[in-house]
């Protein structure tokens, strides 16, 4: 987690240093900058690594692996509300 946390903010850093460009700009495969070229490298490095993935994992397999995370943390069972438990009585309830 704060290996994905300090190539956030590397991402971030490196698109502050051109806060003139747009995001078009920032991303224009002719004109990206080394600073956010490198940001993003190690942005999808320590995702690779946190979602286990070895090797050169291509943007499909990035996304394969996310997705499959997101599914699995999003199944009924982690859903599931708490259960309340029964409020013990009171004096003002027990009189009504």
């Given at each position: 987690?704060?290996?994905i946390l300090a190539g956030w903010q590397a991402f971030l850093d490196a698109r502050a240093l051109r806060p003139e460009r747009s995001l078009a700009d920032h991303y224009n495969p002719l004109?990206?900058?080394p600073e956010l070229l490198?940001?993003?490298?190690?942005?999808?490095?320590?995702v690779d690594k946190?979602?286990?993935l070895r090797g050169i994992a291509t943007e499909a397999d990035r996304?394969?692996?996310l997705f499959a995370s997101y599914a699995k943390l999003t199944t009924v069972d982690e859903l599931a509300m708490p259960k309340k438990r029964p409020r013990k009585a009171t004096?003002?309830?027990a009189a009504s």
């Amino acid at each position: 987690r704060a290996a994905i946390l300090a190539g956030w903010q590397a991402f971030l850093d490196a698109r502050a240093l051109r806060p003139e460009r747009s995001l078009a700009d920032h991303y224009n495969p002719l004109a990206m900058s080394p600073e956010l070229l490198r940001a993003h490298r190690e942005l999808d490095t320590a995702v690779d690594k946190a979602l286990g993935l070895r090797g050169i994992a291509t943007e499909a397999d990035r996304l394969r692996a996310l997705f499959a995370s997101y599914a699995k943390l999003t199944t009924v069972d982690e859903l599931a509300m708490p259960k309340k438990r029964p409020r013990k009585a009171t004096a003002a309830s027990a009189a009504s």
